[in-house]
T-cell receptor
Framework: NAGVTQTPKFRILKIGQSMTLQCTQDMNHNYMYWYRQDPGMGLKLIYYSVGAGITDKGEVPNGYNVSRSTTEDFPLRLELAAPSQTSVYFC?????????????FGPGTRLLVL | AQSVTQLDSHVSVSEGTPVLLRCNYSSSYSPSLFWYVQHPNKGLQLLLKYTSAATLVKGINGFEAEFKKSETSFHLTKPSAHMSDAAEYFCVVSEWGNTGKLIFGQGTTLQVKP
């Protein structure tokens, strides 16, 4: 199994450009999450999804959008890139959204906005 | 609200000596607690988790953690550090409910000197 895959690995954007970060999991997990990690900080939740067609905001959703049309895919959209969005983005998934559940993380996408 | 505090941002040990990474949590209910490890330019990997069973939890690569309710702590230990243990370590608490949302500490960088 590939687990959770993310593309691209690294991207440089100019201010105001848009892009989509791709996330795919092959474990048939219902729950998927997007986090961002700023230097020297822990991960902060951007958006999450409890199943296809259902998404909700996390702690830091401003400037981002998500959709979940299939169980496997959970893309993250940046519409108007800003320098504050320079970060490392991680996608994760888990079978169920229970408190004891392990989340499985992708390798991350490093984004630089100039 | 739940939260975690990692008491050291950076820990340096010599190879073969014990490792102690400290974590305190705040929760109004019996929490689920995790330790994740992040090697440079990699995604996060679960080391171990506490889910209200045994208070001493054993994880991968010789790590273990003890849940102490009276001290609201969940410190991570390893008897003998290896060079490959050098990484970023995150203490994490799971938010109560059916969303599976995780709340991360700020991380502890473990340096292992030869």
């Amino acid at each position: 199994n590939a687990g959770v895959t993310q593309t691209p690995k690294f991207r440089i954007l100019k201010i105001g450009q848009s892009m989509t970060l791709q996330c795919t999991q092959d474990m048939n997990h219902n729950y998927m999450y997007w986090y961002r990690q700023d230097p020297g900080m822990g991960l902060k939740l951007i958006y999450y999804s409890v199943g296809a067609g259902i998404t909700d905001k996390g702690e830091v959703p401003n400037g981002y959008n998500v959709s979940r049309s299939t169980t496997e895919d959970f893309p993250l959209r940046l519409e108007l890139a800003a320098p504050s969005q320079t970060s490392v983005y991680f996608c994760a998934s888990s079978p169920l959204g229970q408190v004891r559940e392990t989340q499985y993380f992708g390798p991350g996408t490093r984004l630089l906005v100039l | 609200a739940q939260s975690v505090t990692q008491l050291d941002s950076h820990v340096s040990v010599s190879e073969g000596t014990p490792v102690l990474l400290r974590c305190n949590y705040s929760s109004s209910y019996s929490p689920s607690l995790f330790w994740y490890v992040q090697h440079p330019n990699k995604g996060l990997q679960l080391l171990l988790k506490y889910t209200s069973a045994a208070t001493l939890v054993k994880g991968i690569n010789g790590f273990e953690a003890e849940f102490k309710k009276s001290e609201t702590s969940f410190h991570l230990t390893k008897p003998s550090a290896h060079m490959s243990d050098a990484a970023e370590y995150f203490c994490v608490v799971s938010e109560w409910g059916n969303t599976g949302k995780l709340i991360f500490g700020q991380g502890t960088t473990l340096q292992v000197k030869p």
